[in-house]
């Protein structure tokens, strides 16, 4: 897509433990453009971490508040953002991201997937479960969702900045 994409927030989608966040940041600094991280930015409007958020209030409410952030983000200057793994599943939010940015899914086994979260894992979908289960099925669900993004790069079990490279690669 040659340099199409400039001027468009950068936008990477894919599930838990694919590295949104740390290629993302990473990626934000090769291009030189600023980084933020939807998750992060999510908690501090709400004045609580994620965790809390679901079990308070539920899903359904932190996917509309996701939705929310991503929309105040998505403001027409080039950034990067990394989403929570939900996000681009959402039809609202993922219509949002499709029209409005680039959007990038970083695609890696669910083997690798579950060996990275199993690392830090805060997140309420994995509370007390086996990741590699949660994982294989949010991915059945959710990766012909992601296969939607405008590019898709491999994440497997290689540096992140073997990704990065990748994304700057394909972005020309
Ligand atoms: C979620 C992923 C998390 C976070 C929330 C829900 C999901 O973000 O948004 O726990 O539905 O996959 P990460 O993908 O950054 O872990």
Redesign the pocket.
Known sequence: RGAAWIGQPIVLVG???AG??TVGRRLATRLGLPFVDA?TEIESAAGMS?SDI?AQFGEAYFRDG?RRVIQRLIDGRPKVI?T????FVNDETRALILSEALAIWLDAPVEVLAERVRRRDT???LRGRDPAAVLRD?AAVRNPLYALAHLRVASANAPHETTVRAILEALG
Do not use: N, T
Request: hydrophobic fraction near 45%; avoid cysteine; charged fraction near 20%.
């Open positions: 599930l838990m433990g949104k966040s998750d994620i679901f996701e990394a929570g793994g939900g996000a997140r309420p979908l949010l």
